[in-house]
């Protein structure tokens, strides 16, 4: 189905080869599952096999792709398109309507099916994902799983015969990763249908018995089974170490009878809670329950519809969000939400710079993280030449240098390896143990149990669960929500 020869790609303006002499054959039907560190090359290797890679950019290439029998070189767009649908790591990269309706229909009215085929790929693809109760609603108002939910069923609905994702459940709840990657295999083993996922949770893959494809620096390394240790939790034994967070002083964060939403849709309802120094606060929960909802509300983005909001004493009500902004910093879920600048160092020292505080020291100290991010000696390139998940660590290293009292992070481990994710992570620790204190979305329990203090658990737009992680994981098995419990996690005997 899929034929890789001594494929070699170079981008434009970059010295080192994104692909390096490639070779890989994958029978119809075969179930793949591409690993390796971020930036290695599996997204590029992805674009080439639906042919993008040569019609998108203009770089150097070698070597030949076919899709089966189609030169994926020399062939158009339009026709790989009818073999093969990528899933993109960011799924607003591939959206073109405004509905979820709309979107999931695009691929089939450009092939002019007919509208009754049209409606039953429509209820079928988004049944698939788990996204029937979206049908009606505009893309802008979804949460980035949804998002990602809708792209997946847009893609599914052209039932091409390979299937291409870019780490699918980056946005995805634990459940809901759970269902999407069952619901693949199942439709795989059903119609022959070839999957390539390219994904970092391999716990998850491993009961589906993948085909295991390892990339390092744009070549592939390894090529066999997932292996017993490929499925466990990289955090097994972590502890971040982080000093006990004190409630002598005022709180960073305090939150009263909130409730807050957007585009008329109250979204929060009634929670109440204080953060303080030195607490390392993780957010979990269901896509669209309100997490990310509620970072923008701490950040003042969104004004509270009734109750109050407080950050470092200041009411996010009365003082705008430029001034909390010296307080506070936010890194978005989609890393492109919050690139501004030409170059990666302009984008390093974008923040700091528009505070006023780009001092020698802050110069240095964004020197160093950028080295230490993997990204050294790139300072002069455009950040948008950076692959997703080094475009986060970017993002991290920009609103870092203004060393921030309080942080607010919405997903930053998508598109990271764990030894990136680690890296992220550490540096949010440095800045706990400095005396400020993070709030983080995440749907990794095994990052949780290894680097949070506390656990607030989302449901219908209320917190359910307000815990350390170990009573909260006890808390969530008793409630039935066993995909956010670590790896190997067992219950607690009671007193």
């Known amino acids: ?168 459940t980056s946005n995805l709840d634990p459940s809901a990763t759970a269902d999407v990657l069952r619901t693949i295999a199942h439709i795989r083993e059903k119609a022959a249908l070839t999957v390539i996922v390219i994904e970092h949770k391999l716990s998850f893959l491993a009961p589906l018995a993948p085909r295991l494809v390892r990339m390092a620096a744009g070549r592939i390394v390894a090529d066999g089974a997932i292996g017993p240790g490929d499925g466990a939790s990289p955090w097994a034994g972590y502890s971040a170490a982080l000093p006990t967070a004190s409630t002598a002083g005022p709180p960073l964060i305090l939150v009263e009878r909130l409730h807050a939403g957007h585009n008329g849709r109250t979204v929060l309802r009634d929670l109440s809670l204080q953060v303080h120094p030195g607490e390392f606060v993780a957010v979990m929960g269901d896509n669209g329950t309100g997490k990310s909802t509620f970072l923008l509300s701490l950040l003042g983005l969104l004004k509270p519809e009734r109750g109050c909001v407080e950050v470092a004493g200041q009411d996010t009500r009365r003082t705008p969000a430029s001034r909390l902004a010296h307080q506070s910093a936010f890194v978005f879920q989609n890393p ?112 949780v149990q290894a680097y949070a203090t506390r656990v607030l658990f989302f449901d219908g737009g209320a917190i359910t669960i307000d815990a350390p992680p170990a009573a909260a994981f006890q808390s969530l098995a008793a409630e039935g929500h066993r995909p956010y419990l670590p790896l190997g996690w067992v219950e607690e005997a009671r007193p």
């Open 1 to 168: 189905m899929i034929s890789v020869q001594d494929l070699s790609y170079r981008f434009p303006g970059r010295n080192e080869e994104a692909l390096r002499d490639v070779n890989l054959d994958i029978a119809p039907g075969e179930f793949v599952v591409l690993a390796g560190p971020s930036g290695c090359g599996k997204s590029t290797l992805a674009l080439a096999i639906t042919g993008i890679l040569f019609r998108q950019y203009d770089g150097e290439a070698r070597g030949t792709v076919q899709v089966d029998g189609l030169e994926a070189r020399e062939c158009p767009i339009y026709d790989l398109a009818e073999v093969v649908g990528l899933v993109q790591q960011n799924p607003e990269n591939q959206f073109c309507t405004l509905t979820v309706r709309d979107e999931v229909a695009f691929g089939l009215e450009n092939r002019r099916l007919p509208p009754a085929d049209i409606a039953r790929r429509i209820e079928w693809a988004l049944h698939v994902v788990g996204a029937t109760h979206l049908l009606d609603r505009h893309l802008a108002t979804l949460s980035g799983g949804e998002k990602q939910k809708v792209a997946i069923a847009a893609v599914m609905a052209a039932k091409p015969q390979v299937l291409i994702l870019d780490e699918p």
């Open 336 to 447: 492109d939400h919050q690139l501004f600048a030409d170059s990666l160092w302009d984008e390093a020292a974008f923040a700091p710079r528009n505070l006023g505080l780009l001092d020698a020291d802050t110069t240095r100290w964004l020197h160093n993280a950028l080295g230490r991010s993997g990204l050294a000696g790139r300072e002069e390139e455009h950040p948008y030449r950076l692959s997703y998940g080094e475009k986060r660590r970017l993002n991290m290293v920009s609103v870092l240098g203004i060393r921030p009292r309080l942080l607010l992070l919405d997903e930053i481990l998508i598109g990271q390896d764990p030894t990136n994710a680690a890296f992220l992570l550490n540096l949010v620790a440095e800045e706990v143990r400095r005396g400020g204190a993070a709030v983080m979305v995440t749907h990794d329990p095994d990052v």
